[in-house]
């Protein structure tokens, strides 16, 4: 019975570890959806503070997703479809980890890959 009971806790522990975001997968997520428009590339993470990311992060990044949908700049219109799909708003977590993580005010500097 003891066997069985360390079993489900070990299984709840790794479990709700894995269901955090991950600053690594929020990384990812940025070089691979943001840095083809924002050049400046993660450098960009680090022109705004936590405070201004979290305002544009609430509600799994409507208000970010709302300013790229109804931004006129060249190019912003192929970003469209991944701030519409269910797929940011599952990875939103993340990606609000990753800007935390490097805003301007963290004091962190984000690797080069």
């Not at 003891?2 to 990812?28: C, E, H, R």
């Not at 060249?74 to 990875?91: L, T």
Request: glycine share 6%.
């Amino acid at each position: 019975m003891n066997k069985f009971l360390i079993s489900i806790l070990s299984i709840f522990i790794f479990t709700s570890i894995a269901l955090n975001a991950a600053v690594y997968k929020g990384q990812s997520e940025y070089v691979k959806k943001c840095v083809k428009c924002h050049k400046a590339g993660q450098a960009f993470v680090a022109t705004k503070k936590k405070r201004e990311w979290s305002v544009l992060m609430k509600e799994k990044g409507q208000k970010l997703a709302e300013i790229h949908l109804e931004s006129e700049e060249k190019g912003v219109e192929d970003s469209h479809e991944y701030f519409e799909s269910k797929a940011y708003g599952k990875n939103s977590k993340h990606l609000q980890d990753f800007l935390f993580e490097y805003a301007s005010d963290s004091g962190n500097v984000p690797a080069c890959n």
